[in-house]
């Protein structure tokens, strides 16, 4: 064996660490935008928002071993991955639906309550949001309890589109408070980043989620001033919903993405993007595809895990 070969197998492990340090960093470094251009004044993601009935059976997830929609007790939604059945399904499923174009900041009344009555502790993310489009007005008839056979506060989903403007370059990080699951990507030139909490089954119920901490990357995630593509699907199936879309500066403060930096379509009075950005936005699909702090208007942040 000669010196080189000898001094390559003794430090191979130390010298792929570093290799995969090196790509990994440079695979989160930065993100280029669909549109570099001026920004303008926007009024939110389009949201579509389903109310599933309650007794359907129709999930394909698997849980310990068993196809959820063939097991007895197995209805209503058990994974993101359930929301492509939910749109395509119609009235087979769906008891209600409404749209929205607004921030992505929204609860139901099961949360409100617990969050008014201090029953959700001291979490600084944790205040009352708007309502649900597609949940009851009330929870009368919503026993809190997991065998309750029916509840409108329960089994609905969302699915947000529409851009991110960052109006200044620099490095933030992206957040996802929610209750239950969620799937989360932002579109760049040629580059995708994504976080997902897919099933509601030995999930962590209520929590938070950092784009930055998902991929890694320690220093936070470098954006270039422009418009960036969002998708963003949630679901909760029982009990307390919640769902907060986050932005921070790296060494700022956590706060809800105002609806004033979000946008359905790229304003018409600056360049469209060009078509290889489209394409690649179109590939990227409706919805794509850990820890972030929050607090009202000023943060969503410092969660007690």
Same mark, same amino acid.
């Given at each position: 064996? /000669?010196?080189?070969?000898?001094?390559?197998?003794?430090?191979?492990?130390?010298?792929?660490?570093?290799?995969?340090?090196?790509?990994?960093?440079?695979?989160?470094?930065?993100?280029?935008?669909?549109?570099?251009?001026?920004?303008?004044?926007?009024?939110?993601?389009?949201?579509? =928002?389903?109310?599933?009935?309650?007794?359907?059976?129709? /999930?394909?997830?698997?849980?310990?071993?068993?196809?959820?929609?063939?097991?007895?007790?197995?209805?209503?939604?058990?994974?993101?991955?359930?929301?492509?059945?939910?749109?395509?399904?119609?009235?087979?499923?769906?008891?209600?639906?409404?749209?929205?174009? /607004?921030?992505?900041?929204?609860?139901?009344?099961?949360?409100?309550?617990?969050?008014?009555?201090?029953?959700?502790?001291? =979490?600084?993310?944790?205040?009352?949001?708007?309502?649900?489009?597609?949940?009851?007005?009330?929870?009368?008839?919503?026993?809190?309890?997991?065998? !309750?056979?029916?509840?409108?506060?329960?089994?609905?989903?969302?699915?947000?589109?529409?851009?991110?403007?960052?109006?200044?370059?620099?490095?933030?990080?992206?957040?996802?408070?929610?209750?239950?699951?969620?799937?989360?990507?932002?579109?760049?030139?040629?580059?995708?980043?994504?976080?997902?909490?897919?099933?509601?089954?030995?999930?962590?119920?209520?929590?938070?989620?950092?784009?930055?901490?998902?991929?890694? !990357?320690?220093?936070?995630?470098?954006?270039?001033?422009?418009?960036?593509?969002?998708?963003? /699907?949630?679901?909760?199936?029982?009990?307390?919903?919640?769902?907060?879309?986050?932005?921070?500066?790296?060494?700022?403060? =956590?706060?809800?993405?105002?609806?004033?930096?979000?946008?359905?379509?790229?304003?018409?009075?600056?360049?469209?993007?060009?078509?290889?950005?489209?394409?690649?936005?179109?590939?990227?699909?409706? =919805?794509?595809?850990?820890?972030?702090?929050?607090?009202?208007?000023?943060?969503?942040?410092?969660?007690?895990?």
């Amino acid at each position: 064996m /000669s010196r080189s070969t000898s001094f390559l197998l003794k430090f191979a492990p130390s010298l792929a660490a570093l290799a995969v340090g090196l790509s990994t960093a440079v695979a989160h470094a930065g993100l280029i935008p669909l549109v570099a251009a001026p920004g303008a004044v926007g009024s939110g993601l389009a949201g579509s =928002w389903y109310k599933v009935d309650d007794s359907a059976k129709f /999930s394909n997830y698997v849980y310990n071993g068993e196809v959820i929609k063939d097991t007895a007790w197995g209805t209503g939604i058990w994974s993101i991955g359930d929301l492509a059945q939910i749109q395509a399904s119609g009235s087979a499923l769906v008891l209600n639906s409404a749209s929205t174009v /607004s921030a992505v900041s929204f609860a139901n009344d099961v949360y409100n309550n617990l969050q008014a009555s201090g029953s959700l502790g001291t =979490w600084n993310m944790d205040y009352v949001r708007p309502v649900a489009p597609v949940v009851g007005p009330s929870t009368s008839d919503c026993p809190m309890a997991p065998e !309750a056979a029916h509840c409108d506060q329960w089994n609905y989903a969302a699915i947000f589109s529409g851009f991110l403007y960052i109006g200044t370059s620099g490095f933030y990080d992206l957040g996802i408070f929610a209750d239950d699951g969620f799937s989360f990507s932002l579109h760049g030139s040629g580059q995708t980043l994504s976080m997902l909490q897919d099933s509601v089954a030995g999930g962590p119920g209520r929590s938070s989620y950092s784009l930055a901490d998902t991929l890694g !990357a320690g220093g936070g995630i470098e954006l270039a001033a422009g418009y960036y593509g969002v998708d963003l /699907s949630y679901y909760n199936r029982l009990q307390a919903g919640v769902i907060d879309f986050g932005i921070k500066p790296w060494d700022g403060y =956590w706060e809800t993405v105002s609806k004033e930096q979000l946008f359905t379509q790229v304003p018409s009075e600056v360049p469209e993007p060009g078509s290889a950005a489209l394409l690649a936005l179109a590939l990227a699909g409706l =919805w794509g595809s850990s820890r972030v702090v929050g607090r009202r208007r000023r943060a969503l942040a410092t969660a007690a895990s």
